[in-house]
């Protein structure tokens, strides 16, 4: 198929592409908790009370998509709330490094703060003012890319998928996460020697 082609039927499947975000969306914003001390969690299913750190940031990423692809500020409250609940729960999820002593999840929870950020591309261009999001992605950034950097070997599935972490960092604005992303693929080609 050739890219002319594709971007024709991209632009042929916008409008149902964004009813479906928007109605994934209400789903979601359903679900989040609007108060107490987990105000802004989309836990991970209907009537979890469960704080859910990468789900709400899937949550942020969807709802950005959605705002763009309609031209409607739909979520604009149930995405602030969202980000509150991320810089809330930051030091619970993100550790300083991301060591044998991190989570499992801690990784992916990275990657997911920066596809968050990268849905809204404002973040990323508010440079005069304090934008505590464009903060976290640059934390989550330096820290995947320290991770990445360390990795010998490409092996890795589910919460560190490093092919999923490299792609999040190759994405993102900056120097150390080209740097450390190019390491990782240069890591993934490598061929066993037997």
Not at 93 to 106: Q, R, T, W
Not at 176 to 188: C, G, K, L, M, Q
């Amino acid at each position: 198929m050739s890219s002319a082609s594709r971007e024709e039927k991209l632009r042929a499947y916008a409008g149902q592409a964004s009813e479906r975000l928007v109605g994934a969306g209400q789903i979601l914003a359903g679900r989040q908790t609007m108060g107490g001390p987990a105000r802004g969690n989309v836990p991970p299913w209907p009537g979890s009370e469960d704080p859910d750190f990468h789900g709400t940031l899937s949550a942020i990423w969807l709802w950005s998509r959605a705002e763009a692809l309609s031209a409607n500020d739909h979520f604009s409250l149930n995405m602030a709330a969202a980000w509150d609940f991320v810089n809330s729960h930051w030091d619970h999820f993100i550790p300083v490094a991301l060591g044998p002593a991190a989570s499992d999840e801690a990784a992916y929870d990275c990657a997911m703060v920066l596809r968050a950020v990268l849905a809204d591309p404002h973040i990323l261009r508010s440079e005069g003012e304090d934008d505590r999001r464009r903060d976290r992605a640059a934390s989550a950034a330096r820290l995947l890319g320290a991770y990445v950097n360390d990795l010998e070997s490409p092996a890795g599935r589910e919460f560190r998928d490093p092919g999923f972490l490299a792609w999040s960092l190759a994405s993102t604005p900056g120097r150390w996460a080209t740097e450390a992303s190019a390491r990782w693929f240069a890591v993934s080609s490598r061929r066993p020697t037997a």
